[in-house]
């Protein structure tokens, strides 16, 4: 149990285009779905978190006109890069909580996003 | 602001030997410690977790130690294998309203066999 999916695994996108990641629980409902970056040979950067049916809590630095994160069910959140750059260029890693957040955080698989 | 530090960033051993990594976290609420393991490319994967009222876990050859009154919390990986080598990060539940995880930087563990 407690899986969680993404999709695109990975994405080559052009620079000034939108690119949409998923990120869905597919045996339980996730009230919490967290969104992280995560730049090779470094940690996981929390970049939002997002509750079912409310306006996500982006992180200090996060531009939240440039990464829209929607989390309109209990098993879907999407993430979505706008007016890409080639900056923008990262493993994007979600992962679902249940009970508000409380509970274990289960990871996704990633997104690797390369803007040319 | 919150804060886990995390150390060593890299770890050779030799097959067989103990390996130890070592974190210190600043919110003194903190109340629930995970462990990850993380192949190159591959999502994040749960090895051990402790909560604050407890002081030691241990699954098999890995243990995780806490010691709530100096903020440090320790993995500890004994008789090592090769399949070992991986980055390990250490988190903290962030105990503010939105119960994120702060991580610490990450230890590259080397296996040598």
């Known amino acids: 149990g407690a899986v969680v999916s993404q999709h695109p695994s990975w994405v080559i996108c052009k620079s000034g285009t939108s690119v949409k990641i998923e990120c869905r629980s597919l045996d339980f409902q996730a009230t919490t779905m967290f969104w992280y970056r995560q730049f090779p040979k470094q940690s996981l950067m929390l970049m939002a978190t997002?509750?079912?049916?409310?306006?996500?809590?982006?992180e200090q630095g996060v531009e939240k006109d440039k990464f829209l994160i929607n989390h309109a069910s209990l098993t879907l959140s999407t993430l979505t890069v706008t007016s890409a750059h080639p900056e923008d260029s990262s493993f994007y890693i979600c992962?679902?909580?249940?009970?508000?957040?409380?509970?274990?955080?289960?990871f996704g698989p990633g997104t690797r996003l390369t803007v040319t | 602001g919150e804060n886990v530090e995390q150390h060593p960033s890299t770890l050779s051993v030799q097959e067989g030997d103990s390996a130890v990594i070592k974190c210190t976290y600043s919110?003194?609420?903190?109340?629930?410690f995970p462990w990850y393991k993380q192949e190159l490319g591959k999502r994040p994967q749960l090895i051990i977790d402790?909560?604050?009222?407890?002081g030691e876990k241990k699954d098999q050859r890995i243990a995780v130690t806490l010691n709530k009154t100096a903020k440090h919390f320790s993995l500890h990986i004994t008789e090592t294998q090769p399949e070992d080598s991986a980055v390990y990060f250490c988190a903290a539940r962030s105990t503010s309203g939105t119960y994120k995880y702060i991580f610490g930087t990450g230890t590259r563990l080397k296996v040598l066999a």
């Open positions: 997002s509750n079912e049916g409310s306006k996500a809590t982006y």
């Open positions: 919110d003194s609420a903190s109340n629930y």
């Open positions: 992962s679902a909580a249940l009970a508000g957040g409380l509970g274990e955080q289960y």
């Open positions: 402790i909560r604050s009222n407890v």
